[in-house]
C-alpha cells in the first residue's frame, strides 16, 4: 500500500470540496479556487472532513497514481489556504529588477531589458532590486513561472552570477591560473 496515498487529506475549516464524476476535484478557499481532473481510475472519497483516496488494484501503475492524486489534492488544499511562493535571487553587479503593474523588467547584462508579464492568477513581488518572489495558488504554476524568470540568466559556476533560488547552492568552480 502507498504510504502517502493512504494519508487521509484534511480539509481545514472554511475550505469547501467538491467531488463531480469523470473525478474532477473543486476546491474553494479564502485565497481562491481550483480545479483538476484526476485520473479517472481512483476512488476519491470525502469522509468526515477528510479525502480519502483508494485504488482499485496493486498494478504498478495504480500504486504511483495512488500517491500522485492524493499529493494533488493536498497541493490544492494548501494552495487555497496558505498559497505557495518561491524567491528568487538576482546577484551580478547591475542586474537588477523592477515592477510596473503586471510587468517585470529585468536587467540582466544584455543590450536589452528582459521584460515579462505575469501570467493569470500569479504575482510576482520585489525586495528590493534583487529578490524576487513569485506567488500564487497553484503550485505547478508559480514553480514553472519561476523556473521561466530563472531561464533568463541562469546562474554561472565562476562568480555566481546570475537568477538562483534563494535556497539554491551554486558549485563554483576555480578559474584559470597563470603559467608560471
Known amino acids: 500500500m502507498s504510504r502517502i496515498g493512504r494519508m487521509p487529506v484534511a480539509i481545514p475549516a472554511g475550505v469547501t470540496v467538491t467531488i463531480a464524476d469523470n473525478n474532477e476535484v473543486t476546491v474553494k478557499g479564502p485565497k481562491g479556487t481550483l480545479v483538476r481532473t484526476l485520473p479517472a481510475e481512483m476512488e476519491i472519497k470525502e469522509e468526515d472532513g477528510h479525502i480519502v483516496v483508494t485504488r482499485p488494484n496493486d498494478l504498478k501503475k495504480?500504486?504511483?497514481l495512488h500517491g500522485l492524486t492524493r499529493t494533488l489534492?493536498?497541493?490544492m488544499v494548501q494552495g487555497v489556504?496558505?498559497?505557495f511562493e518561491k524567491k528568487l535571487e538576482v546577484n551580478g553587479v547591475g542586474y537588477?529588477?523592477?515592477k510596473q503593474g503586471k510587468k517585470l523588467t529585468l536587467s540582466l547584462?544584455?543590450?536589452h531589458p528582459v521584460e515579462m508579464e505575469d501570467p493569470e492568477g500569479i504575482e510576482t513581488v520585489l525586495e528590493g532590486q534583487n529578490v524576487i518572489i513569485v506567488k500564487g495558488i497553484n503550485k505547478e504554476k508559480v514553480g514553472q513561472y519561476a523556473a521561466e524568470i530563472r531561464d533568463k540568466r541562469r546562474p554561472e559556476?565562476?562568480?555566481g552570477k546570475g537568477i538562483k533560488y534563494a535556497d539554491e547552492v551554486i558549485r563554483r568552480k576555480v578559474g584559470k591560473t597563470g603559467k608560471k
Open 157 to 159: 559556476p565562476y562568480k
Open 109 to 111: 547584462g544584455y543590450s
Open 81 to 83: 489556504t496558505e498559497g
Open 62 to 64: 495504480m500504486k504511483s
Open 73 to 75: 489534492i493536498h497541493n
Open 96 to 98: 537588477r529588477a523592477q
